[in-house]
């Protein structure tokens, strides 16, 4: 079925062309996961971060994220923009996400905002 499987192809590259302004490359497009998200943030972040609802950073200049996300003026967009561009990470994180990482990440972290700004606990 040849016709079957440009006219995939075709629509994945338009969505790719669609999601992404940089690069793009061969992979599938990737619906961002908050439970993914979750995941990378307690492997890849919880040494440091606070990543829950509740509880503190271990690493007290981290922020916890629920005050990242809950702080007046952060956006899903302007989160992932700022985890996208690795050279503006303070030096310690030494972490590298991919871009459908920071989507998923962005995704779990926008969870734990509150609404109304209050403690999460
Ligand atoms: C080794 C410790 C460490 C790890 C691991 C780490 N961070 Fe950080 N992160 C920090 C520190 C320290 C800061 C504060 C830097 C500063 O204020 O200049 C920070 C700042 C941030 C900020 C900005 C917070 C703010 O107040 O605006 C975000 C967002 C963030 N980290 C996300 C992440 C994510 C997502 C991960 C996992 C993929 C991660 N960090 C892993 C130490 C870490």
Redo the contacts with the bound molecule.
């Keep these: 079925m040849t016709s079957n499987r440009m006219t995939g192809a075709a629509t994945a590259m338009l969505l790719l062309a669609l999601g992404a302004c940089e690069t793009v490359d061969d992979e599938a497009p990737y619906e961002p996961n908050a439970s993914m998200g979750m995941l990378?943030?307690r492997?890849?972040?919880?040494?440091?971060?606070a990543?829950g609802g509740t509880g503190d950073?271990?690493?007290e200049?981290?922020?916890a994220?629920r005050?990242?996300v809950n702080?007046p003026g952060?956006t899903p967009e302007g989160?992932a923009t700022?985890?996208r561009d690795a050279h503006n990470?303070?030096i310690?994180?030494?972490?590298h996400?991919e871009p459908h990482?920071?989507d998923s990440?962005v995704a779990y972290?926008m969870r734990l905002e509150t609404g109304d700004h209050a403690s999460a606990r």
């Excluded at 310690?92 to 972490?95: I, L």
């Design positions: 990378i943030a492997d890849s972040c919880s040494s440091c971060h990543v950073s271990p690493n200049d981290a922020t994220f005050e990242v702080r952060t989160l700022w985890l990470y303070p310690e994180m030494g972490v996400l990482q920071v990440l972290m």
